[in-house]
Structure formats: C-alpha cells, structure tokens
C-alpha cells in the first residue's frame, strides 16, 4: 500500500523567513511523482510544486523548493521569504507514474502560519 | 473554461435525502477524478474516470455512492440515502496530458462542501 506521512500537523513562520514541512512516504514503484498542494481557508487546492521520482534534480519554483531523498522516502517543502499569502493547509501527495491513472494518495496536511 | 468548476459549492441535506454534486473539468481534460475530504483530513480519493468510462472506483464507500460521466465532460456524483459520515467536501480534478515538459498535474474545484443534518 502506498501511504504518505507529514509529522507536523502545525507549523508556524515569521514573514520574511523561512521554513521546512516535511512529508515522508511509502510506495513499491519504482518511478512516481511527488507534489505539494497549498489549500487557503476555504480556497481550492492549488499545486505548489511537483517532483518526478527519477529525476535527481531538486524542483524548485521561485520561492518554494524541495529536499527530495528517494532512498529515505523523503519530500519536504522549503518555503523561502515566507509572505503572508503563504498561510494555508499544505498536503503532500503521491502519485504512481503515469499519473492519468494513478489517483494522488494525500497526507493528513501541515496547517502554516504566518506570523507578520 | 479556465478552471475546474463545481455545483453547488455548499449543499445541507437532511438525512436519508439524495444529493448530486456536478463537476465541469477543463475543456479538452480527459481524466477526471473526485476525492472526498474529511474535515482536517486531506482528501481520500473516490473514483477516477478517463472520458466517459469509470475506471476505478474502489474508493467508493458505499453503493449509496454513484458517479457518472456520460458524454466525457460533465461529471455527476450521486449519494443516495444521505448519511451523517458523508459530511465532507467533495472535490473534483481534472487532469491534462501532455502537459509542459509531459507531466500531468491534477486541477482542482473549489469543491463541494455537503453537510448531513
């Protein structure tokens, strides 16, 4: 079974800092993708950044970056600059390679603050 | 359209009603999926279409839960016979291919939030 762990059920920034969620997970296949979502109260779920389980490369997407460790199991966000926009539930997802047909497999999600 | 839509964007239903949440993906998407999600949870995926077929619907709770999608765009879920633990917000993705660089990145609604009474 695949399943996706985040540890920190709350966390909380100053603005203009920065800060780490972590995810952890757990898959049998051997190429996968990797996302971050941002949900803003009440707002849809948008991507943040996404990460192909073959590539060695760390994403990055302007402020926001990954630490992916394939052989930990590892995917964790690093937002930069933190801004107030930033606030919102962050769930970290799983989906097997060939995403079309593979349906994403979420965390329990990270509740940031951002504190002015 | 620009973005995934869905109606109505809160429904209260009184227990033992039906209800049917609808979902426009993006134009020209061919997958579609609904995830159900609990309050402080992240959503939990329900079934997953490609056009007008259904081709996984293992995380359907129940038989009192039916989706369809009959001619490859709109997407209905029907639940029958309401329950208090379906209370949740019901979201819908649609997924491109062969987007920039090859990947395919699922698009979310702003969901449907059902509560039971």
């Known amino acids: 079974a695949q399943t996706v762990t985040q540890s920190q059920p709350e966390m909380s920034v100053q603005e203009a800092e920065t800060v780490t969620l972590s995810c952890t997970y757990d898959?049998?296949?051997?190429?996968?993708?990797l996302f971050w979502y941002k949900q803003p109260p009440s707002r849809q779920m948008i991507l943040v950044i996404r990460?192909?389980?073959?590539?060695?490369q760390n994403a990055t997407e302007n402020r926001f970056s990954v630490n992916f460790q394939k052989a930990a199991k590892s995917f964790s966000l690093k937002i930069s600059d933190s801004q107030l926009g930033d606030a919102a539930m962050y769930f970290c997802?799983?989906?097997?390679?060939?995403?079309?047909?593979?349906?994403?497999?979420f965390g329990k999600g990270t509740k940031l603050s951002v504190k002015p | 359209g620009a973005g995934v839509s869905q109606s109505p964007r809160y429904k209260v239903a009184k227990r033992g009603q039906d209800v049917a949440l609808r979902c426009d993906p993006i134009?020209?998407?061919?997958?579609l999926f609904w995830y159900q999600q609990a309050l402080g949870q992240g959503p939990e995926f329900l079934t997953y279409?490609?056009?007008?077929?259904?081709?996984?619907k293992s995380g359907l709770p129940s038989d009192r839960f039916f989706a369809e999608r009959p001619e490859g765009s709109v997407s209905t879920l029907k639940i029958q016979r309401t329950q208090q633990e379906d209370s949740a917000v019901y979201l819908c993705?649609?997924?491109?291919?062969?987007?920039?660089?090859?990947?395919?990145?699922?698009?979310f609604g702003p969901g449907t939030r059902l509560l039971v009474l």
């Open positions: 990460q192909e389980a073959y590539k060695q």
């Open positions: 898959t049998s296949e051997s190429d996968y993708y």
């Open positions: 134009s020209g998407h061919v997958s």
């Open positions: 279409f490609q056009n007008e077929a259904q081709l996984d």
């Open positions: 993705a649609s997924v491109s291919i062969g987007g920039p660089g090859g990947l395919e990145t699922q698009y």
């Open positions: 997802a799983l989906e097997r390679y060939g995403g079309s047909q593979g349906n994403l497999i």
